[in-house]
């Protein structure tokens, strides 16, 4: 007979293939909702890991018991949400048309125009203009904080994404590049909500 471990991944697998099988015909029916749903869930649990990692490396989670900043979290997973659905489903669609195929001329110019143009032109803008907003901060203070973390966060925007970006055009269908990117981001959006909040949160209590 079967033992219980091969009935549990039986199981697994099965549960898993049914999960595939329904958020494609989601994709398929509903691809702006359902790819939106997928930033905002990606971006809620990026940020959620970045404070853990923010109050373990300073240790105020056990200093004075500081309570996990729901705003924040809910600023940056709106925005990623609201960008996945209204920027880069659009974006990536239009890439496509625009430069068609997955040969290496097609993949390097459109990386080309995604570190370019698409990520420090479109994406940073609204992360800093979205999040200040949605975080009640005012117009000069946005542009300020832009003004002084652009350029780092190119650079580090940059030197993550690059070889992502190439895997993206070459080997994913434009129609999964949007969720790709979602998937990545779980790492990449706690680094940019490391660095964007950065300034934002409080330093620990100096010792007596």
Known sequence: GCSPTKIYR???????????????????????????????AMAFIG??????????DDGRWH??????????????????????????HPILNLVERMVPGASL???LTKTA?????????????????????????DFAAIFAKAQAEF??????MWKFWSPVTVIQFRFVPV???????????AAWLVLLSVLYNAEQTPSPPSPP
């Open 10 to 40: 039986a199981a697994m697998r099965a549960v898993l293939r049914h999960v595939a099988t329904a958020y494609e015909s989601a994709l398929e029916a509903r691809p702006i909702v359902t790819k939106g749903i997928t930033g905002w």
């Open 47 to 56: 940020d959620s890991a970045a404070q853990s990692l923010e109050r373990r």
């Open 63 to 88: 200093q004075h018991g500081e309570a996990w900043d729901v705003r924040r979290t809910i600023a940056f997973s709106t925005h990623n949400g609201l960008w996945s659905a209204f920027g880069l």
């Open 105 to 107: 001329r097609a993949v």
């Open 113 to 137: 125009m995604q570190l370019a143009v698409m990520d420090p032109l479109l994406y940073l803008p609204s992360v800093y203009v979205g999040n200040g907003l949605l975080l009640g901060d």
């Open 151 to 156: 350029l780092p966060t190119t650079v580090w």
């Open 175 to 185: 129609r999964h590049q949007a969720n790709f990117i979602n998937a990545v981001d």
